[in-house]
């Protein structure tokens, strides 16, 4: 290795900078896969989402407009189907929501969008669909914004400084509850657990110089409760661990492409019964910048 390319992966380098305020497009694709605990393949979903990003021109405004140009699903191997309530979907995305805010939705997304979402046939969705659906965006914004951005008042991306260095990110321990309308109680509630990222290397995704970023959820855990009639609940619980890879351009210091892998053990009870079901969950989410996928 010549001394001068020594010298520029040495560092130090400077991930603080703000984002180039300019209109961009992402392609994200996630696929749960559903086994049981002997390794049985039960089922899968993917999920193809589709969103514009308009940054806010104006001097230290961190809103953005998004649309969601679309939204697709796939169950099993069955045919992909477009959402039509999606199509041209607009939001307003601010960073300074947060889920302890409970009178103002997380980042802005509103949570009212997915109490009743329907398929292209007419049919309602079920609850995991929907709740997806909802965490998709979520997803997308965690590792767009939350992990990928500077963070203000806080250890961040920003300090990392050198190919090697580790730090805790402040989303270590957060337990973040899950509003998400009548569909779920009090109590319900993700936490994580030690979040780390690590300036792994510099990279390169279409001809742009890239700062590659790994984050690591730890163990994370959550317990969904659900109502039921005559005072009964449907609980789960489980533990989970997620992690992947941020590719964040040099130059404009947005998300060129990202990863995401999750697996999840998990198990369900229903209250006043001895009847308990376990799962496993695997997700993987690929996150592209550029311009929309023709399918």
């Not at 500077?150 to 805790?168: A, C, R, S, Y």
Request: charged share 25%.
């Amino acid at each position: 290795m010549s001394k001068m390319i020594f010298q520029d992966l040495k560092g130090p380098f400077d991930l603080s900078a703000d984002r180039k305020r300019e209109l961009q497009r992402f392609h994200m694709e996630t696929t749960y896969v559903h086994f049981e605990l002997n390794g049985q393949r039960t089922s899968t979903e993917k999920y193809i989402l589709e969103l514009q990003c308009v940054p806010d021109t104006r001097s230290g405004e961190n809103e953005s407009q998004y649309t969601c140009a679309e939204l697709a699903l796939q169950v099993d191997n069955g045919p992909s189907g477009t959402i039509p309530a999606f199509k041209n979907w607009t939001y307003v995305f601010d960073p300074t929501l947060s889920a302890a805010d409970t009178k103002r939705p997380l980042w802005g997304i509103p949570v009212d969008k997915f109490e009743r979402i329907l398929d292209r046939q007419g049919n309602a969705l079920p609850f995991d669909i929907r709740y997806a659906i909802y965490n998709n965006f979520i997803d997308f914004h965690s590792i767009n914004d939350v992990f990928a951005r500077p963070t203000p008042f806080d250890t961040g991306i920003q300090d990392l400084k050198e190919i090697g260095q580790k730090i805790v990110h402040p989303a270590s321990f957060i337990e973040a509850p899950l509003n998400f309308s009548a569909d779920l109680k009090v109590g319900s509630v993700f936490r994580n657990g030690e979040v780390t990222l690590e300036l792994k290397g510099i990279s390169v995704v279409d001809g742009a110089p890239c700062a590659l970023v790994a984050y690591d959820a730890g163990e994370s855990a959550i317990t969904v409760i659900m109502p039921l009639p005559a005072d009964q609940e449907i609980v789960t619980q489980g533990g989970s661990q997620y992690k992947g890879d941020v590719y964040v351009d040099l130059a404009t210091r947005w998300v060129r492409k990202a990863t995401l892998d999750e697996f999840l053990i998990a198990e369900t009870r229903i209250s006043g019964s001895d009847t308990k079901i376990n799962s496993y969950t695997v997700r993987h989410i690929t996150l592209r910048a550029g311009t929309f996928a023709r399918r």
